[in-house]
């Protein structure tokens, strides 16, 4: 049997889908990139804006007529669509679905096929391929040896409510995963190729503050943890992998990162020097109706101390526009913010009422949709000039790069800071590899260099 997994969304859904595809691959199912051809088709959904949401809806629609013509494909459904509660009305509106499946667990999609198709895990050949490896996140067979940089959750689900986010109502209430399965899982990661791993939250730097007494526990037997952060101790462990290159961390925020974290990241090798931190608002009554708990200096005071314990590294920051009651100056402050601040990166979300959201049931989405495009575009330039300056400076330098792989001829990787390079080189086999390149030519979305 064949499976196709359609993956839309965050790191965290990507992480997802990994853990569904070794599911399968356990059971002896083998990876399809055509759905037309899969036995089983599994969409992995996303619900953050109404347009993931949208594509989702549309890609289940297609999906309809394969359904038709062969009833006997599963198809099934899992993410933040379907949520930790199963909305039952999506078996009523989609009927040709057969099964969903919560965030972040492949359990119904594999009970599903072991009682339908009769397939367990004790069919030889694949229980032999997976013996030392059970119960460990074994990567798919296409990725497995190709893969260097994967993602691997730490905390699931979100507890802290912001008024325009849907993730709290279908992540469900924040989760910390215990260090063992952290560790078991990066371990297995790093023995099948993978050379640098992102550990995900949606808000990582609360990691293990629920789980105070699993990790007293802990700290006084297998592992010598110490940090008065609790992520801190996982960055240790991570940092001490033999094989591993590089540890990232996403996504902090603004009023959970500690000293103790960038203490850290400034002090182990391994860990590399970029923090993604959504402001998402730079006008205090626009970030106190989004209760995101911090004002816009308070930003700017964690920006300045992030530079100050962490020179020469980048900073990563999310921005929603147009969000409900947000004026012309209330824009300006954000547009102001990031002139003043020269972030490496903004993600730019234009605002998209969620269901069951503060926002969606109190505040009218009041700014018109070109507006919002307005706004959205105006940022996106001001953005693109700064990153243009901030790489330029690199013109000449040599940085250290993890090469990803190919791409249109060209190895590709990413610096310590996270900027896309780009060298030519078709004597050496560089991926997975860690080398020094030359920045030649410098753009805002990524530069090209030459092997050192
Ligand atoms: N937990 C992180 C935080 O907000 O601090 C990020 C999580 S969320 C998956 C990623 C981004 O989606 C958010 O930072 C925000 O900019 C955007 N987003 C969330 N809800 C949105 C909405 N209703 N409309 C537009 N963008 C939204």
Redo the contacts with the bound molecule.
């Keep these: 049997m064949k499976y196709h997994v359609w993956t839309e ?2 790191q ?1 859904n990507v992480a997802d889908s990994q853990r569904l595809e070794s599911a399968f691959e356990k059971l002896g199912l083998e990876n399809t990139p055509r759905a037309a051809e899969a036995d089983v088709i599994v969409l992995n959904t ?1 619900v ?3 347009s993931a949401e949208d594509k989702a809806y549309s890609y289940l629609q297609s999906l309809r007529p394969i359904k038709d013509r062969h009833p006997e494909t599963v198809i099934g459904l899992m993410g933040c669509l379907v949520g930790v509660k199963n909305n039952g009305r999506l078996k009523e509106r989609f009927p040709w679905v057969d099964v969903f499946a919560p965030p972040s667990d492949p359990t119904p999609m594999v009970e599903f096929l072991r009682q339908r198709e009769g397939l367990a895990l004790d069919q030889s050949e694949v229980a032999e391929r997976f013996a030392a490896q059970d119960n460990e996140i074994v990567l798919p067979l296409h990725q497995r040896g190709r893969l260097v940089a994967a993602h691997v959750p730490v905390v699931l689900g ?1 507890s ?1 409510a ?1 008024t ?4 709290p109502f279908r992540r469900g209430v924040e989760r910390s995963r215990s260090v063992d399965e952290i560790m078991v899982e990066a371990r297995s990661l790093v023995a099948q190729g993978v050379k640098e791993i992102t550990l995900l ?3 990582v730097d609360r990691y293990g503050y629920d789980l105070q007494s699993q990790i007293s526990n802990l700290r006084s037997t297998i592992y010598n943890l110490q940090s008065q952060t609790p992520l801190v101790d996982v960055l240790r462990l991570m940092n001490d992998l033999e094989g591993l290159e590089r540890i990232r961390f996403l ?3 603004p009023n959970w990162m500690t000293d103790g974290l960038l203490d850290a990241v400034a002090e182990l090798p391994k860990v590399c020097e970029h923090i993604e ?2 402001v ?1 608002a730079g006008h205090d009554e626009v970030l106190a109706r989004m209760k ?1 708990g911090y004002t816009a200096d308070d930003y700017r005071r964690l920006v300045e101390h992030i530079r100050r314990k962490l020179p020469g590294g980048s900073i990563a920051t ?3 526009v147009g ?1 409900p009651g947000e004026t012309e100056v209330q824009f300006q402050a954000t547009y102001d913010l990031l002139a003043e601040l020269e972030l490496d990166v903004a ?8 269901p069951q ?1 503060v ?2 049931r109190t505040m009218p989405d009041d700014v018109p949709p070109e507006e919002k495009e307005r706004r959205r575009k105006a940022i996106e330039d001001l953005q693109e000039h700064i990153v243009g300056e901030i790489n330029a400076r690199l013109m000449g330098q040599t940085v250290e790069v993890l090469v990803e792989g190919e791409h249109k001829g060209k190895w590709r990787g990413r610096t310590r800071t996270n900027k896309l390079v780009f060298f030519e080189d078709s004597r050496t086999d560089w991926r997975g590899k860690l080398t020094n390149v030359a920045i030649t030519r410098t753009g805002p979305w990524s530069m090209q260099g030459a092997v050192d």
């Excluded at 325009?164 to 993730?167: A, H, V």
Aim: proline content about 5%; hydrophobic content about 35%; overall charge positive.
């Design positions: 969304g965050c965290m996303c953050v804006r109404q979100c802290h912001c325009f986010c849907i993730i939250g949606q808000i996504t902090s925020h931190v959504p998402q995101r999310d921005i929603i969000f993600h730019i979300a234009k605002y998209s009422p969620r959201t926002a969606q």
